[in-house]
T-cell receptor, first 113, second 113 residues
């Protein structure tokens, strides 16, 4: 499985755009990049997933450069409720049930008023 | 409503007692997972099951046991052999056909006194 590296923590202010970068230098051809969000005392929640270029949904955008060795989760105009831990996972989408999602420590984002 | 449930939300046990944590899903997912989370840490995989009547050890299986007799259920037993059982336990499920998205339960916070 491709190992991922993320910053341990980040701070931001309400209304700002936040970009969290994840490094995955040994990503494999079939690997997808998935981001989860976790609030305290809750289970993680899927945010966004992508393979290459850019993916956008109602919550976030995911930017993936051509070499796919990193990815950036972008949260537009954050609010206090975006304070959470964000996890980047990389894995083979086509192995079906044999894929074992592995979570690192994630990035703890704190949004200040 | 489809989802994944865990019970109880809080659990207190005396040291040396075995305790079983419940996890049920009605999403018709083949794969199910148990993770442990300690304060300020990421999720660590305890056990996973890709199909009924089959399961594999994760990274920290010592002191834990599981069963998968039904597709919907994946209970976790924390035995007296687990040296530091106090933690937040998360159950998740995933469709074999889905790319990487896992669905998590609300978690069980176990405190051993």
């Amino acid at each position: 499985l491709a190992k991922t590296t993320q910053p341990i923590s980040m701070d931001s202010y309400e209304g700002q755009e936040v970009n969290i970068t994840c490094s995955h230098n040994n990503i494999a051809t079939n690997d997808y990049i998935t981001w989860y969000q976790q609030f305290p005392s809750q289970g993680p929640r899927f945010i966004i997933q992508g393979y290459k270029t850019k993916v956008t949904n109602e919550v976030a955008s995911l930017f993936i450069p051509a070499d796919r060795k990193s990815s950036t989760l972008s949260l537009p105009r954050v609010s206090l409720s975006d304070t959470a831990v964000y996890y980047c996972l990389v894995g083979d989408a086509f192995t079906g049930g044999s894929y074992i999602p592995t979570f690192g420590r994630g990035t703890s984002l704190i949004v200040h008023p | 409503d489809g989802g994944i449930t865990q019970s109880p939300k809080y659990l207190f046990r005396k040291e040396g007692q075995n305790v079983t944590l419940s996890c049920e899903q009605n999403l018709n997912h083949d794969a199910m997972y148990w993770y442990r989370q300690d304060p300020g840490q990421g999720l660590r995989l305890i056990y996973y099951s890709q199909i009924v009547n089959d399961f594999q050890k994760g990274d920290i299986a010592e002191g834990y046991s599981v069963s998968r007799e039904k597709k919907e259920s994946f209970p976790l037993t924390v035995t007296s052999a687990q040296k530091n059982p106090t933690a937040f336990y998360l159950c998740a499920s995933r469709a074999s056909s889905s790319y990487n998205e896992q669905f998590f339960g609300p978690g069980t916070r176990l405190t051993v006194l």
